[in-house]
T-cell receptor
Framework: LAKTTQPISMDSYEGQEVNITCSHN???????ITWYQQFPSQGPRFIIQ???TKVTNEVASLFIPADRKSSTLSLPRVSLSDTAVYYC?????????FGKGTRLHILP | DAGITQSPRYKITETGRQVTLMCHQT?????MFWYRQDLGHGLRLIYY???????DKGEVPDGYVVSRSKTENFPLTLESATRSQTSVYFC??????????????FGPGTRLLVL
């Protein structure tokens, strides 16, 4: 199972675009890339998932380069309520593993 | 639609006591999971279940017991609680699998303190 590496923490300001990059050098052919968001005192919740290129939904965009060894979660125009821990997961049909995530702190 | 619920939300117990954490989901999802979350470790899988009466170990199963007699319930029992089991416990469910293609839906968590 591919290990992921992401920054421990990031700060940004309201209204800015935030990009969180995740490295997964050993990603396998069948692996999907998934991001979860966890607010304080809550369980994680699914944000977005992709296999290659770009995926966009109402919450975020996910950019995956051709070699798939990294991915970038992009949050447009963040607000204070986007303060949370963001987890990058890489897994196949058999399992996923949560790493320690990136603690994103949005400042006013 | 309640989704996935956990009870109790908070629990204080003493070393050596048996504790059962409850998880209930209303979606009829096949898969259910128990995770623990500790500072510095992220979420770690304790046990999972693919269906009623089918359970399997995750990363950190020692000291825990699970059962799944009904699809909607997945209780987690600490047979003899230890201080190292002080943690936040999350239950999750998914429709078709436990891999990355299947979204897992998490409950609100149970905060357990073992004295």
């Amino acid at each position: 199972l591919a290990k992921t590496t992401q920054p421990i923490s990031m700060d940004s300001y309201e209204g800015q675009e935030v990009n969180i990059t995740c490295s997964h050098n050993n990603i396998a052919t069948n692996d999907y890339i998934t991001w979860y968001q966890q607010f304080p005192s809550q369980g994680p919740r699914f944000i977005i998932q992709g296999y290659k290129t770009k995926v966009t939904n109402e919450v975020a965009s996910l950019f995956i380069p051709a070699d798939r060894k990294s991915s970038t979660l992009s949050l447009p125009r963040v607000s204070l309520s986007d303060t949370a821990v963001y987890y990058c997961l890489v897994g196949d049909d058999d399992k996923i593993i949560f790493g320690k995530g990136t603690r994103l702190h949005i400042l006013p | 639609d309640a989704g996935i619920t956990q009870s109790p939300r908070y629990k204080i117990t003493e070393t050596g006591r048996q504790v059962t954490l409850m998880c209930h989901q209303t979606w009829s999802h096949s898969y259910m999971f128990w995770y623990r979350q500790d500072l510095g470790h992220g979420l770690r899988l304790i046990y999972y279940s693919a269906a009623a009466d089918i359970t399997d170990k995750g990363e950190v199963p020692d000291g825990y017991v699970v059962s799944r007699s009904k699809t909607e319930n997945f209780p987690l029992t600490l047979e003899s609680a230890t201080r190292s089991q002080t943690s936040v416990y999350f239950c999750a469910s998914s429709g078709l699998g436990r891999g990355s293609q299947e979204t897992q839906y998490f409950g609100p968590g149970t905060r357990l303190l073992v004295l």
